[in-house]
């Protein structure tokens, strides 16, 4: 469900599913960075109950 809400709320990254899970995940496990090639959307996402942690982007 979390991973829905942030694709949602982030609509206009046009995340999807799969990118949404991984941000939720990482929100959940209090995990700050994401190894992925696409950085143009997870550069963007912001976590966290108020929407305030950014994540680490590791090429």
């Known amino acids: 469900m979390r991973a829905l809400h942030i694709d949602a709320k982030l609509a206009e990254l046009e995340l ?3 990118d949404g899970t991984v941000a939720a995940v990482a929100e959940r496990r209090r995990i700050t960075w994401v ?4 950085r143009r959307a997870f550069e963007a996402v912001r976590v966290g109950p108020r929407w305030d942690r950014r994540l680490e982007v590791v090429p």
């Open 35 to 38: 190894l992925t090639t696409d």
């Open 16 to 18: 999807g599913l799969v």
